[in-house]
């Protein structure tokens, strides 16, 4: 099956640093979502993204999927976005495959 | 609330015992998913649902987990004869065919086997 690895694993940054999260896959897909996994385990969609570059505030994604990669942008960082980062994608099938996610923790 | 909800958020129980978990999803939503997520990992897929047909089911959904969608609306995901090696967060989500296919994700039920 597809394969997915997240890099770094961890991260630790200063608040308002900025910061890029990658994520490889090993084959196409056609569909790419990242999420934000709070210290609560609540899993929030971030960005629906197979392809392309979309911005949502702070936040922004690029997918290159002829290349097999999406990264995640994160500028100004503040505590709150402290947590995990997962990429999840969906290979032609239904289910998606996550990968290991970053964990991120943003320091005061 | 119109998000998916999970039901119990936790539950604790002995080693042999059967336990249920109940996930609500959102209402105009035809696709429910059941993962499972362990301390460090990310989720992992167990099932999947489109309507009430249950059209996948991963390797790691044993004998011993049952999952259902009676009505195509919520769902139970039953684990028999619970292990230590159970334990873990079991996350519901569910997506609307055609819409793209976000999925969003409930709060997570964990489960402790002792």
């Known amino acids: 099956g597809i394969q997915v690895e997240q890099s770094p694993p961890d991260l630790i940054l200063q608040e308002g640093a900025n910061s890029t999260l990658r994520c490889n896959f090993s084959d196409s897909v056609n569909n790419l979502q990242w999420f934000h996994q709070n210290p609560w385990g609540q899993l929030i969609n971030l960005f629906y993204?197979?392809?392309g570059t979309k911005q949502n505030g702070r936040l922004s994604a690029t997918t290159v999927a002829t290349e097999r990669y999406s990264l995640l942008y994160i500028s100004s960082s503040q505590t709150t976005d402290s947590g995990v980062y997962f990429c999840a994608v969906l290979n032609y099938g239904q289910n998606f495959v996550f990968g290991p996610g970053t964990r991120l923790s943003v320091l005061p | 609330d119109t998000g998916v909800s999970q039901d119990p958020r936790h539950k604790i129980t002995k080693r042999g015992q059967n336990v249920t978990f109940r996930c609500d999803p959102i209402s105009e939503h035809n696709r429910l998913y059941w993962y499972r997520q362990t301390l460090g990992q990310g989720p992992e897929f167990l099932t999947y649902?489109?309507?009430?047909?249950?059209?996948?089911k991963s390797r790691l959904l044993s004998d011993r987990f049952s999952a259902e969608r009676p009505k195509g609306s919520f769902s139970t995901l039953e684990i028999q004869r619970t292990e230590q090696g159970d334990s873990a967060m079991y996350l519901c989500?569910?997506?609307?065919?055609?819409?793209?296919?976000?999925?969003?994700f409930g709060e997570g039920s964990w489960l402790t086997v002792v």
């Open positions: 993204i197979p392809s």
């Open positions: 989500a569910s997506s609307q065919a055609g819409s793209g296919n976000t999925i969003y």
């Open positions: 649902f489109q309507n009430e047909a249950q059209l996948e």
